[in-house]
């Protein structure tokens, strides 16, 4: 689930228009397995201080394409406090990991 400050932006229709631009751009391929991608990351981790800069927002600059398991490693691996019971699921909120 996108954190409050976020949920306007990415409920918008640019942010929508923008994401669906870019998955046809990289042909729906994960950009670092090449698995089917399936979550549009930011590179720039959106902030509340830059969630109005559509260079940082809407930039395919600052964009790629992940599967959800290429998803789960980014986040994991810079937040040694996520616990290895949950993972990120398809809209980006946290679900139960599989036994």
Not at 33 to 42: F, L
Not at 64 to 85: G, Q
Request: aromatic share 8%.
């Amino acid at each position: 689930m996108a954190r409050e400050f976020a949920k306007k932006f990415y409920s918008s229709k640019e942010w929508k228009e923008c994401r669906e631009g870019y998955k046809k751009l990289v042909h729906g391929l994960c950009q670092r397995c090449g698995k089917p991608g399936d979550i549009v990351h930011h590179k720039i981790k959106l902030t509340p201080q830059n969630i109005n800069n559509p260079e940082i927002t809407l930039s395919w600059d600052n964009l790629e394409l992940l599967c959800i398991d290429c998803h789960n490693k980014e986040h994991m691996s810079k937040y040694s406090t996520t616990r290895e019971d949950v993972m990120f699921g398809e809209d980006g909120d946290l679900v139960q990991a599989p036994l």
